[in-house]
């Protein structure tokens, strides 16, 4: 039986996919990645490669999707299946070094004024006024820590161009996308799509970013749906 692999983002933990590890827990092996500490795309993915044994399935938010789709290139043998939740797969954008560095500087400045400004673009305007919510969310950027931030910004911007092998990737993948994700909007999941030759793409409603704390039970039934009619057995 394949394991799945849960991959965070930038300056997350496991609490961005917490419901989905308790729905399948009881049905398959889980493992949740640690990417806080290598310095470059790649060597998250192998990190996590090395963590871990036999088939995988790979489950990824955000910069985490990136490191699913790497993990995927280095080991195609490996990596049955992927889940790219709010993600990209474009490489380095003309200016994005100088607004990711004033994020670095900002961070170290005060962690607390980084998750001030960070996260409220980052959510569904609906999703503001939950307080547990948004709380939640800040106290896990600020378990990170300004060195993690910075060390996953810097993996960031030198990070894989992943459209380059996209239609490489022959396993199945899941797309999962939210209606009011202003930093990885809907037409850059649709071009993952349409690059890769095995995929399906789900929209979550009323959801930004971060969809799979946002609207956890959507997220989830959408991901243990995929699993239960791709893989058996693993739906919750």
Request: some cysteine; charged content about 20%; proline content about 6%.
């Amino acid at each position: 039986m394949a394991t799945l692999v849960l991959i965070p983002g930038l300056v997350s933990d496991g609490i961005v996919w917490a419901s989905l590890a308790d729905a399948v827990a009881h049905r398959m092996p889980v493992h949740a990645a640690d990417v806080s500490h290598a310095s470059s795309i790649s060597g998250m993915a192998q990190s996590v490669l090395a963590a871990t044994e036999g088939d995988l399935i790979v489950a990824g938010h955000s910069m985490g999707g990136r490191v699913a789709m790497e993990m995927a290139r280095i080991a195609p043998d490996r990596v049955k299946g992927l889940v790219l939740a709010n993600t990209g797969h474009h490489p380095k954008r003309d200016g994005e070094e100088i607004k990711r560095q004033q994020m670095i500087d900002l961070g170290h400045r005060s962690m607390e004024g980084l998750a001030d400004e960070w996260l409220p673009p980052m959510l569904s305007p609906a999703r503001l006024s939950d307080t547990e919510l948004v709380a939640g969310l800040r106290a896990m950027v600020l378990r990170a820590g300004p060195d993690v931030h910075e060390r996953q910004i810097r993996a960031l911007i030198d990070r894989p161009n992943a459209s380059a092998y996209m239609a490489e990737l022959g396993c199945p993948i899941l797309l999962v996308a939210a209606r009011h994700d202003g930093w990885s909007p809907l037409a850059q999941h649709q071009e993952i799509a349409d690059a890769a030759p095995d995929t399906e793409l789900v929209i979550v409603e009323d959801a930004g970013h971060f969809a799979p704390v946002e609207r956890p039970a959507e997220v989830t039934a959408a991901i243990t749906g995929w699993l239960a009619r791709r893989f058996g057995g693993a739906d919750a």
